[in-house]
């Protein structure tokens, strides 16, 4: 008798349930007489079985009936899920569709309605309130290079000026692009970036005066455009407030 | 150290050789004990049978009644088969009416002679680690008797499936079950 033969007919098995035919019964004994191997296998066997009929008694192991009454398996749950999830769409259609939509479109006309009023009124403002008035006589400073050795350039601010405008006129130099920094000791007061030069060669930045109070500033001028960055002028400005 | 061949056993007792009964005793005891058991479903008639197998087996060696060596597993196989059906015999003279095919249909399922302690607590570990389906399985296998053909029939998937559920819980059931053994022993 061969071991893959007893594989193939689960010989083992059919031996332990009593269900060989006695020539069968016969050669398997005579086998397992001499094969340690399938001695092994075949008390396995034989606890085994016996382990399962008392495991079903004990309720360890259930039947078909009691296992598809209580746990459909894979197939049933992924059944149970899919019909859930197709019923909770189904109310969420529902409830979009019957409730939240009229809420919504009543939310947007109410949301145009409003826009338009403010719309109405903004233009009612703009048409009520003068526009901001230019402002004329705005103070002007022309700033030299402080590496000349020149005197700071002077500017006395009135408390009506609103902007003042530095006149720098860099020289020539490769950068089209200019930033302006403004210095008050080693404090940033305030930056102006992407300055261009004009047809005149010269450079003009408007500052607020209110972020200039009276005192000394140092205004650096950074090429920037085409890199690489690189100052090209620093300046001297004293302010002065009546 | 292997054990001796059957010539070797057969020429061994022969020529009076100290210790060769024992090693014959020792090479087939278990497994004629597992078969007197397994028909006289008594543990007390099983020590029995094996020892009067064993006296005559070794009595007709001796005797040179054995027709080759090659033939000794048959031999003492068909001498268990004799004092089993001696065994019945005598029970029948005594009144006790069972027959062997009576007692396989009372006892088809050997429960009682080879269930443990330790073979319940290994069931017990590999059906925790069974699937649903698996169950089911080992179930109609061990329970409902049905063949691998049927269950897989019933179950609408391959034999091969069905063989495989049933040797991987055999195979854990038995590393399991021998772990126990072991841990008895010592």
């Known amino acids: ?242 | 150290m292997l054990s001796p061949t059957d010539t070797e056993l057969v020429t061994n007792i022969q020529n009076g050789q100290m210790g060769a009964e024992s090693a014959l005793y020792e090479k087939y005891s278990a497994k004629v004990y597992y078969l007197a058991l397994r028909e006289s479903k008594s543990h007390h008639d099983a020590e029995d049978v094996r020892a009067e197998t064993f006296l005559r087996v070794i009595q007709a060696v001796r005797g040179n009644q054995v027709r080759s060596a090659e033939a000794l597993p048959a031999f003492i196989l068909g001498v268990t088969r004799n004092v089993l059906r001696e065994l019945y015999a005598r029970r029948k003279q005594a009144g006790d009416d069972i027959s062997t095919e009576a007692v396989h249909l009372l006892t088809a399922s050997h429960e009682h002679i080879f269930l443990d302690r330790e073979v319940q607590l290994a069931i017990e570990k590999t059906i925790q680690r069974l699937k649903s389906r698996e169950r089911t399985i080992l179930h109609m296998c061990f329970y409902e008797e049905l063949s691998t053909e049927e269950i897989a029939r019933q179950m609408s998937i391959a034999p091969e499936r069905v063989r495989l559920v049933k040797s991987r819980a055999l195979k854990r059931f038995r590393e399991l079950h021998d772990r126990m053994k072991m841990r008895k022993v010592f």
């Open chain 1, 1 to 242: 008798m061969m071991h893959s033969e007893i594989e193939k007919a689960e010989t083992i098995e059919r031996y332990v349930r009593n269900q060989l035919a006695p020539a069968e019964r016969q050669a398997f004994e005579e086998h397992f007489l001499v094969c340690d191997e399938c001695f092994g296998k075949l008390q396995a066997a034989e606890h085994f079985a016996a382990g399962m009929h008392d495991a079903v008694k004990h309720g360890l192991l259930p039947g078909r009936s009691q296992t598809q009454g209580t746990n459909p398996g894979w197939f049933g749950w992924a059944f149970a899920a899919t019909a859930c999830i197709a019923l909770i769409m189904a109310g969420l259609v529902g409830w979009a569709y019957f409730a939240r939509m009229p809420q919504l479109r009543g939310e947007l006309r109410q949301a145009v309605t409003q826009l338009k009023t403010e719309k109405q009124s903004q233009t009612r403002t703009e048409q009520s309130v003068p526009l901001v008035q230019a402002e004329a006589n705005v103070p002007l400073v022309m700033l030299q290079a402080s590496r000349a050795g020149e005197q700071a350039a002077r500017v006395v601010l009135k408390p009506n000026d609103m902007q003042l405008v530095l006149w720098i006129e860099p020289g020539p130099s490769r950068y089209r692009d200019f930033r302006m920094d403004v210095f008050s000791g080693d404090h940033l007061v305030t930056s102006v970036d992407h300055l261009e030069l004009s047809q005149y060669g010269a450079l003009a930045a408007g500052l607020p005066t209110k972020q200039l109070p009276s005192g000394d500033f140092r205004i650096t001028l950074t090429g920037q455009n085409p890199p690489p960055a690189a100052l090209a002028g620093e300046y001297q400005l004293q302010i002065r407030r009546p």
